[in-house]
């Protein structure tokens, strides 16, 4: 029996009692068949067989959420990024919206990947000098794609502190904080040392951030967030980093849910997840 045979879940003999083909044709008479259900569920299929991928020269994009610049309807900053003005719109500029956020981000990756973050934590807003200090960052503008590092996280004794660029856009600052909390899982359930062991200290920010960068992509996919999602993938698939290496072998072993419903194998469920 399918999940979506709806009708078979209790009262079997009523439903039988249904004419179906003529409920869908008096449905369809009455312009009930292309409700916000339909287009949404038209939506995911095709975002199952879509795929997104940057012009190779001579394009603008986004360094925020990667979509295309058009005219001149972006901002410039003053490190020389270039964002929309949907991100420049849903920038987060107080302590208050970050909280709730951060807030909201903890409880649905918790519910998408079926773990515990339960754990001391503290989160900070910083500028991007801030940033680039702790991660020894260097960023240099482009006319592509220009992202950088818009937070990290960071083990201590009392806990985990997770911080991120004050001042970044909505959706970027939901994906960052995928991707931190992801590490703040892994410090506190992986054995380091065992890590290194099993895959040599030379692969260990691969595994690391192969890891933190395929759960960002499928938290995003699990918002629906799927034309988000397939700008952060395409952008992984064409890194050749640790952060794309380490994507590209995750989304080979664990391939990404499209409809955002993840399934039960998932790196979260491996001590050793390559």
Not at 94 to 113: I, K
Not at 178 to 200: D, F
Request: hydrophobic fraction near 35%; glycine fraction near 8%.
């Amino acid at each position: 029996m399918s999940r979506s045979d709806y009708l078979s879940f209790g009262g079997g003999s009523a439903a039988a009692g249904i004419d179906i083909a003529a409920t869908l044709a008096y449905l369809r008479a009455e312009g009930r068949t292309a409700g916000y259900l339909t287009h949404a569920r038209r939506a995911v299929e095709s975002s199952r067989t879509r795929t997104f991928a940057f012009d190779p020269i001579g394009s603008n994009y986004c360094d925020f959420c990667f979509v295309k610049l058009m005219g001149g309807e972006f901002d410039r900053l003053a490190d020389g990024r270039e964002r929309c003005v949907r991100c420049s719109k849903t920038a987060l500029r107080s302590s208050e919206e970050f909280e709730d956020v951060f807030a909201e981000v903890v409880r649905n990756v918790e519910t998408s990947f079926d773990i515990s973050l339960r754990v001391p934590m503290t989160v900070r807003m910083v500028n991007a000098k801030e940033i680039a200090r702790r991660t020894d960052e260097r960023f240099e503008p482009t006319p592509g794609v220009d992202a950088r590092v818009l937070g990290f996280a960071a083990e201590h004794r009392d806990g985990y502190t997770l911080y991120v660029e004050n001042g970044s856009p909505r959706l970027a600052s939901v994906a960052t904080i995928a991707h931190e909390l992801t590490h703040i899982w892994q410090y506190r359930t992986w054995n380091a040392r065992q890590i290194e062991q099993r895959y040599g200290r030379h692969h260990r920010l691969t595994v690391y951030e192969g890891m933190a960068a395929w759960a960002q992509v499928q938290y995003l996919l699990f918002l629906r967030e799927h034309e988000h999602a397939e700008r952060q993938e395409a952008y992984l698939r064409q890194r050749d980093d640790e952060y794309g290496v380490g994507f590209r072998l995750y989304a080979d072993r664990y391939p990404l849910s499209r409809a955002g419903d993840v399934g039960l194998d998932t790196p979260f469920r491996h001590p050793f997840p390559l």
